[in-house]
């Protein structure tokens, strides 16, 4: 790899203070061939609004023969050159490995990318929650793509069960992604991955490194959950594959995963089950080597408050830090580990709902069978909010909007199902924090309303109350974006509802106890399949499900609705309890760290 200086510039209004020398240019890109680079990411000051001699560069690159050419004012014409050059690599080094995966898949379906008339319809997820053909599938796209689907697939199923406000909780093995849903998508247009800033729509995710595979760390004076995980391999401690103690560890241990309900997967030959006994033998060191007289089932109960008090704060973040009251919600569980820390991060944010889908724990991938169609495309405006901006935010709405009903139209939707909407980036002038705001809308081929000034205005004044508790009226407005979606061509989705009955709960598969909270409670284990819509499961107790354990809490009732829903509910009033003291606990001292931390983060 290797940055190449172009001697060119064009200042912020498109005067050209030194012309594109074309010839130097060309003699380092024939360097590259030679050196068999094969992708070229090109960033030039000032290109998302000029960008003529980004053309004329990626022209020449072409006519050299490089695979795969990426121009930021293509991939991400907005302002902000760091952001916009980030991008523009990683979708240079994206997309030549996408396409041979692309490839790749396509041959195995036996679909030709090139034939609208093939058997198999080959579509990929997007980060900005959405499917496009796989041809148009391009690297900058991809980075979220598999959390995208459980966003979608959280948002449908909670509207399929009633629900309009939801916070999407997807625990996983190595970490939990979070989402906020009060009916629409969330969208980030700018957003730091892995240390790599984008500029492309992807869906607002928020992600701690908090799953079942989480490490548990005793460093001699407080416990810690992660960052790092041990991964499916060798996996937590009862894998039997030598691995370290982890959440998943601290869940058999506590008596909330029972080895007996798990298939016998495990072990050299893989056929043995859980090693609960090396987990047991593992936290009664652990408890030896703290000293302070706490049990071993005590120990792991502490790591598992760690591990959903950084599950809480990450909710905070997209709901609570942006104005949103998070108690007025329902937590939409989802993921293999989920259900064993619906109730504890519920209670930890004052939330009186969950949803468990019968998919719960195959959410991202049935999301991304439920979403829509979508193309979207932004371009950077940067006017002062008035009549001229939104005349300029009219004309670039409509040539974006062009260009994206034909993309979805390209790809088999009719022009009358498609619908676009137009949103516009406002901000205050001297800011560079831009909200989102409903700037227009259109159905089919149909013309696009746009909205009034004063519409966008107080709209973007209600989501800056709201996000950062005042407003600002003596300061001017800047129209620094405007972005077009097309959408259209997504899966009916349906969920039939069926009698539900008065009958008594079956015997339950087993009596067991599992400890929560400081203290042992008595249990009753009932597997899924055995209950019928309508029955009501009062905690504590532990429902088995094909794919994952849902553990209801004491104070939580569980019901499984006419849809086939089991919806949690508190149905007693959460006691909360806060002791301080001269003693430094373990589990409370990480605990304050994380809550001190998230204020420091907050405050830049």
């Excluded at 000034?453 to 508790?469: C, I, P, V």
């Excluded at 969920?495 to 400081?518: I, N």
């Excluded at 009753?524 to 209801?552: M, N, S």
């Amino acid at each position: 790899e290797r940055v190449v200086e172009v001697d060119e510039r064009v200042r912020a209004d498109g005067t050209i203070e030194r012309e594109l020398d074309l010839a130097a240019v060309r003699a380092e890109l024939e360097r590259a061939r030679t050196d068999r680079i094969d992708a070229v990411a090109i960033v030039l000051m000032h290109a998302y609004r000029y960008d003529d001699h980004e053309r004329r560069i990626a022209a020449l690159a072409r006519e050299l023969g490089f695979a795969q050419v990426s121009a930021s004012h293509e991939v991400s014409p907005l302002i902000k050159l760091v952001g916009r050059g980030d991008t523009t690599v990683v979708d240079s080094y994206l997309s030549p490995i996408l396409r041979r995966y692309v490839a790749q898949v396509a041959g195995e379906l036996k679909a030709e990318e090139d034939a609208p008339s093939a058997l198999t319809r080959l579509m990929f997820m997007m980060s900005s929650g959405g499917l496009t053909a796989a041809e148009l599938f391009r690297g900058k796209d991809a980075i979220l793509s598999g959390p995208a689907g459980g966003v979608v697939g959280m948002a449908e199923t909670g509207r399929s069960a009633g629900f309009t406000r939801l916070i999407g909780f997807d625990m996983g093995g190595t970490s939990t992604d979070v989402s906020h849903y009060a009916g629409e998508y969330e969208r980030a247009f700018e957003t730091e991955v892995a240390g790599v800033r984008m500029r492309a729509p992807m869906m607002l995710i928020h992600t701690v490194a908090a799953g079942g595979g989480s490490i548990l760390h005793f460093d001699g004076a407080r416990f810690r959950v992660g960052p790092d995980s041990a991964g499916a391999n060798p996996g937590p401690k009862c894998y039997r594959r030598g691995g370290p103690l982890a959440v998943t560890d601290a869940n058999v241990m506590v008596g909330k995963l029972i080895p007996d309900f798990f298939p016998k997967i495990f072990g050299p030959q893989q056929d043995q089950p859980l090693d609960a006994d090396a987990v047991n033998k593992a936290f009664a060191a652990l408890a030896k080597e703290i000293g302070d007289g706490r049990a071993p089932e005590d120990v792991a109960d502490g790591f598992i408050k760690i591990a959903v008090e950084n599950m809480a704060n990450a909710i905070k973040k997209i709901s609570v830090q942006r104005g949103y009251d998070v108690t007025r919600y329902a937590l939409n569980c989802f993921g293999g580990a989920g259900g064993q820390h619906a109730c504890l991060v519920a209670d930890a944010l004052g939330m009186t709902s969950v949803l468990i889908h019968p998919l719960s724990s195959l959410l991202s991938a049935y999301g991304m069978g439920l979403a829509d169609i979508r193309s979207v495309r932004q371009q950077a405006i940067e006017e002062t909010f008035g009549t001229k901006a939104r005349k300029s935010l009219e004309n670039v709405a409509t040539r974006l909007a062009a260009g994206t009903r034909d993309e979805v139209t390209g790809q088999g939707v009719a022009a009358d199902k498609i619908k676009v909407h137009v949103r516009a980036h406002i901000r205050y002038a001297g800011t560079d924090t831009a909200l989102i705001v409903e700037a227009g809308t259109a159905v089919g081929r149909g013309k696009i309303k746009f909205a009034s000034l004063e519409k966008m205005k107080a709209a973007f004044e209600r989501a800056h109350k709201a996000q950062f508790g005042f407003i600002d009226r003596r300061k001017e407005l800047v129209i620094e974006a405007v972005s077009a979606e097309a959408v259209g061509g997504g899966a009916t989705f349906s969920e039939k509802p069926r009698k539900t009955t008065r009958a008594k709960l079956p015997a339950p598969a087993r009596r067991t106890r599992f400890y929560s909270g400081g203290k042992w409670h008595r249990a009753l284990v009932y597997t899924r399949d055995t209950l019928l819509p309508g029955h009501k499961v009062k905690g504590p107790a532990i429902i088995i499900e094909p794919h994952q354990t849902v553990v209801v809490e004491h104070g939580w009732q569980a019901e499984l609705t006419a849809k086939n829903h089991l919806v949690l509910k508190r149905v007693q009033t959460l006691a909360r309890k806060r002791a301080i003291g001269t003693h430094a606990d373990p589990v409370m001292l990480e605990v304050f760290n994380n809550l001190f931390m998230s204020i420091a983060e907050q405050m830049g």
